[in-house]
């Protein structure tokens, strides 16, 4: 019962958190666009079909979960040439780039 309830409180608590998130600017949104493309484009490709990077297509992002594709892209991925990027942009204009990049319209 405790365990459903916690379940529960953690569902709703990302629902809400979820939802309160605002969307960039529309002229942050053009910058975020511009960097996805040219900054990320150098190495995920310019179509972002991959390159030294891995592809960043919606169908090769299914079954990544939200929070780890925006943890990726704010602290970068140790090992790699995956830089972070936290110094550009805030986590919650990473969600919103993570939903760009699942909705496929860049």
Not at 5 to 21: E, K
Not at 93 to 102: K, S
């Amino acid at each position: 019962m405790i365990k459903k309830l916690l379940l529960t409180g953690f569902l709703i608590t990302a629902t809400v958190i979820h939802a309160s998130q605002a969307e960039p600017t529309p002229a942050r949104q053009t910058e975020l666009r511009n960097l996805l493309k040219n900054d990320c484009g150098a190495c995920h490709g310019l179509t972002l079909q991959g390159g030294m990077g891995p592809a960043l297509l919606p169908d090769k992002l299914a079954g990544k979960p939200d929070g780890l594709l925006v943890t990726t892209i704010l602290e970068g991925r140790q090992g790699t040439a995956m830089p972070p990027w936290q110094p550009f942009m805030d986590r919650e204009e990473a969600v919103w780039l993570v939903g760009v990049l699942r909705s496929g319209k860049r």
